[in-house]
């Protein structure tokens, strides 16, 4: 299986810096959501590691290889980066046979990709025909025509109706159960939370943060309790942070709520409320990414190596 890894990626075009000295790695098994608005450098760093541009400086590699290293990089990575990189005039089918004879995969693999995606009934239909969201399924069984075991997908979701965005969510849950290692970027957020595993998060070319996606939506333990202030100060000589809300409950961090219940129950505290609480990732994401909000350092309970 393989580990893709960005060190210290930059790419400049001009005096544009697009990718600013970005490090992070994405690990088999796992769902690796990559977030950012729009020119954060998203597609370009996903272009970097597809060998279709050059860094200006660092490297990405994909199992330790670069892409242009790899002894079969089509049997090795599935990419969906363009939902129109199709001849209009051809059939999804023809399409995918053309693309199975220079991967020299076998034909049969055509109809059972068709039949994957849900578009054997439209299989000899001109491309051009097709919505935006059955562009999205052919550019999807063309990346998993080889079997590969890294998927790299652009907003594979874009035109996807909702029954297509849950196919989508279980197909590439099933890759990364099975091993495959999954990167996806989406501006989906409220999918990226059901799918992902972990995220990166890039604003501006920069590296925002990245980690277990559980583990940075962490937000608390909100505990309730008529001894309020005896609580407050028992957890925070304990070492956990403690802010006061103005209903008088308290939010917790730094410990779990198991011992902030050990603790409590050993000082004789009686709690009416004990329960650990996350953040959307809509409501993370856009204090990543505002430019005017103070600098935040998440603590996610199992970093990403970089």
Known sequence: MHTLVFEHVTKRYGKDVVVDDVSFSVKPGRVTGFLGPNGAGKSTAMKVLLGLAAPTSGAATIGGQRYRELPDPARTVGVVLEPNAFHPGRGGRDHLRVLADGMRVPTRRVDELLDLVGLTHAANRKVRAYSLGMRQRLSIAAALLAEPTVLVLDEPGNGLDPQGIRWLRDLLRQRAAAGNTVFVSSHLLAEVEHLADDVVVINRGKLVTAGELAALQYAG??????????????????????????????TVRGMT????GEAACVAGVPLHELSAHSGSLEELFLTWTDDHAPALTPQPREAMPV
């Open 221 to 250: 333990v909100t505990v309730r309790t008529p001894r309020a202030d005896a609580l407050a100060g028992l957890l925070t000589a304990a070492g956990a942070t403690v802010a006061t809300a103005p209903d008088g409950g308290l």
């Open 257 to 260: 709520a198991t011992d902030i």
